[in-house]
């Protein structure tokens, strides 16, 4: 048996854990730089306020009634996460975490506990612990676990947050409830296609040919078929180091000068760089890119990318941003004015065994000092040490009016209590 | 127009051009041969605007005209057909009349002004030239082409380094992480300079050169070789090859000195053990022996052999990619002992024959990968 338990409205309901007077009332959170809507309480979800709704245009609704909006917090969220995941695994040695606030749970062996009342543990253990509320489905197979943990939020009241597959019945009504779209690892193209032809519900899914599933989909689509009959076939995962790392930012506002677009590329490097030593590995590869405003159909525009090959291995923060600042030099074209860039690392190898170069070689020096720069940082605070050439000025910042403290990962914001 | 040529001469001719059809290009008129007929020769050109290939024979024709053809279809027919006289006729509907004594074949060609102008070079004394023996040329590349770089990082380091001097005519290829430095010392030369050719212009040759004299000629951009019935003009990197000279170390003082063919055997079975990320295999040096180690974490295999030696010093530990030794070590087959000359672990190897030979010296360098401390 598999369990997914996914987090109601994460970032909302971190926000609220510790603003217990936001219970009940409308609370919203917006993307980096206080974009878009990317999490909404279930008060928020009623005033019609939709997924990805830019923040701008949404200002009247938020201000009419009364919704709280924060900037968002990854350090609060990733810190939350951490809790509830750490609280998870004592529960099943297999876990995969599958999202910031989302977790399969291999319950293999455990059959013989009721397994609804073990989901009604580890909802009111999160619960207690952390603040966070949880949904849980229990199912067969992963997506059908899936399929379960909707059920069990949809239908909250009636679950109680917690819902158990464990019979050819409900098995085969929830199947038949669930749209083809919601279906997990149905996109929305396959969903089209799916309904021209009929198929509603997942249900209808599940009685396609195999050979029309297997054509139209691939090998993924017929796997994930044979999960929702109840075959197990889509295995736990374990964590994949990444493939590759990319650090982009729109920016608030139009930049035309090179130095300041440089001054960004150079910090997306200078951050890719910390990405990569935090999973040991070093990048033989590193691609910029900038582009304009395309909803700006007024102004010229203008976009290009470059792929350097490095003439070594790196993950220091120095020899990183100086490749990025070269190749940006190498684009860069004065005259537009440029609404996004990013760097983007790719090709790695394991930082710790370099083929030496006859000619150019990562500078040994590096490694000891980005060793040093990561301890400082990770102590006081990101971007407490950089290079001269990184946002000096500060010419940029980015927005985030709404900010909450880090209650949990910063000394200084920890709550006081008086008794 | 019309003109007769022998079929197995035609083919003969063919098979020399054709390597400079690129297979794959966005420019369809380079997949076509420029047939070009002037006072009784017909020159076959083709190229992929790296390099050209020139081949001639005389036909006996009644005018002077250029024209051109699709260079497979043609390769192909002439190539099956068994010998016989063809006879060329061009019509005025840009048909190319192939006729056999047994059949007649049709295909269309191109006027001569489609073809990319070509680089030609012309008799003149001031030019810089040297002659070099068409097997010692290919040796040369079989030797060094290996260590041609592929990173687009570095362009020059995608070729072969020519230096001409009076000290000889040196070849070097290197991607950074070997070296190949190869001096002819009899192909001396009155002119000092130095010229990088790109890959394809060194397979090509390789494919194509024999025991007959290479007469190489030169010009800032170009060089051509010309063997006795082809000439091949390729471009030349212009960017500024790295200075080899200063990465060879001078003070590498500890030498092992071991048996080609016993490391070559033991580097081979090393390499199955070795993690395929990174290839990297451990020498444990010692007086009397070697220990060669490696170990594939992810498979759990691991698998250490000894190979007997002499070494200068009391130990040391180095580590390589043995895909890298491997490739060194079967380029000096020829050599029953070789050498390496060591400093310490992080610094580069000097490989190099045990027995010097009179007219060639040939070192390899080889760049360690690091040990775990």
């Known amino acids: ?419 | 127009m019309e003109f007769k040529v022998n079929s197995k001469e035609l083919e003969k001719l063919l098979s020399k051009v054709i390597p400079a059809v690129p297979t794959r290009t966005p420019m369809s008129i380079l997949e076509n041969f420029l047939f070009e007929i002037k006072d009784g020769l017909l020159n076959i050109y083709a190229t992929d605007l790296e390099i050209s290939l020139k081949s001639s024979i005389s036909v006996v024709a009644d005018e002077n005209e250029s024209f051109v053809v699709q260079a497979k279809l043609l390769y192909e027919i002439v190539r099956s057909l068994k010998e016989t006289t063809i006879h060329f006729t061009l019509t005025p509907s840009k048909k190319v009349n192939l006729v056999t004594d047994f059949g007649k074949y049709s295909l269309s060609y191109l006027d001569a002004t489609e073809f990319p102008n070509l680089q030609t070079f012309e008799d003149d004394k001031e030019m810089n030239e040297v002659t070099i023996n068409g097997n010692d040329l290919k040796n040369a590349f079989d030797k060094s082409s290996f260590a041609m770089s592929k990173e687009e990082m570095r362009p020059a380091m995608m070729g072969t380094l020519f230096e001409f001097s009076d000290n000889g005519l040196r070849f070097v290829t290197t991607d950074g992480h070997r070296l190949v430095n190869l001096l002819y010392k009899n192909v001396k030369s009155v002119f000092n300079n130095s010229y990088v050719v790109p890959e394809r212009a060194v397979s090509v040759l390789s494919r194509i050169l024999d025991e007959k004299d290479v007469r190489i000629r030169m010009n800032k951009a170009y060089m051509s070789f010309k063997l006795n019935d082809i000439e091949l003009i390729t471009r030349l990197i212009s960017q500024k090859y790295p200075d080899y000279a200063s990465v060879i170390p001078l003070e590498n003082e500890l030498t092992l000195k071991v048996n080609t063919k016993e490391l070559l055997d033991s580097i081979k079975r090393m390499m199955l053990f070795s993690t395929s990320t990174t290839k990297r295999v451990k020498f444990s040096i010692k007086e009397k022996e070697i220990e060669i180690s490696a170990e594939d974490l992810d498979l759990g295999a691991s698998g250490e052999e000894k190979v007997s030696c002499e070494f200068s010093s009391d130990s040391l530990e180095i580590g390589f990619n043995c895909a890298y030794v491997q490739d060194v070590l079967s380029h000096l087959t020829s050599e029953e002992e070789i050498i390496f000359k060591l400093h310490s672990a992080t610094k580069a190897v000097i490989i190099e024959p045990v027995q010097k030979k009179e007219n060639i010296d040939i070192i390899m360098l080889l760049m360690p990968v690091r040990l775990n401390s």
């Open chain 1, 1 to 419: 048996m598999f369990s997914l338990i996914d987090c109601n409205n994460f970032y909302a309901s971190c926000e609220r854990v510790f603003r217990p007077d936001l219970n009940g009332k409308p609370v919203v959170v917006l993307s980096n730089n206080d974009g878009c809507v990317i999490a909404r309480s279930n008060e928020a979800k009623a005033l019609g306020i939709p997924m990805g709704a830019p923040a701008f245009q949404y200002e009247d609704v938020f201000v009419k009634h009364n919704v709280h909006v924060f900037s968002a917090n990854f350090a609060l969220y990733g810190d939350m996460s951490h809790r509830v995941m750490t609280i998870l695994s004592e529960y099943s040695p297999d876990i995969e975490i599958y999202s910031i606030d989302e977790a399969f749970l291999n319950l293999d062996g455990l059959e013989h506990l009721n397994l609804l009342d073990y989901g009604n543990k580890i909802r009111k253990h999160v619960f207690k612990w952390t603040g966070i509320p949880i949904s849980i489905g229990i199912a067969p197979t992963k997506a059908l676990a899936k399929a379960a943990n909707r059920i069990a939020k949809k239908f909250s009241d009636k679950t109680n947050g917690v819902y158990v597959l464990d019979n050819q019945e409900k098995i085969t009504k929830t199947l038949k409830w669930l749209s083809v779209e919601d279906v997990w690892g149905i996109g929305r193209r396959h969903s089209k296609r799916l309904k021209a032809i009929g198929v509603k519900t997942a249900y209808d899914f599940i009685q396609l040919d195999d050979n029309y599933v297997k054509r139209k989909m691939t090998i993924v689509g017929l796997r994930l078929k044979r999960d929702l009959q109840g075959i197990p076939t889509i295995q736990m995962e374990d964590v994949q180091p990444k493939k590759n790392i990319a650090t982009t930012r729109t920016f608030e506002t139009n930049y035309s000068e090179f130095e300041q677009i440089n001054e960004r590329v150079i910090t997306f490097a200078v951050s890719c760089g910390e990405k990569l030593r935090k999973q040991n590995s070093a990048c033989n590869s590193l691609m910029v890119f900038i582009h304009t405003n395309q909803h700006r159909e007024d102004l010229p525009q203008y976009s290009r990318n470059i792929v350097v090959k490095l003439p070594f291995p790196t993950n220091s923060g120095i020899e990183l941003a100086k490749f990025a600042s070269q190749a940006l030099k190498q684009i860069f074209k004065p005259g537009y004015f440029y609404k996004k860039a990013g760097v983007i690392v790719m090709d790695f190898t394991p930082a710790d065994i370099p083929q030496y170069d006859l000619f150019e070689n990562s500078d040994e020096r590096h490694k000891p000092l980005m060793q040093a720069v990561d301890k400082i940082n990770s102590r006081y605070g990101q971007h407490k040490i950089r290079l001269a050439s990184q946002d000096q000025k500060r010419v940029w910042k980015m927005k985030q009016e709404k900010l909450s403290p880090r209650y949990t990962t910063k000394l200084s914001d920890i709550i006081t209590i008086n008794l």
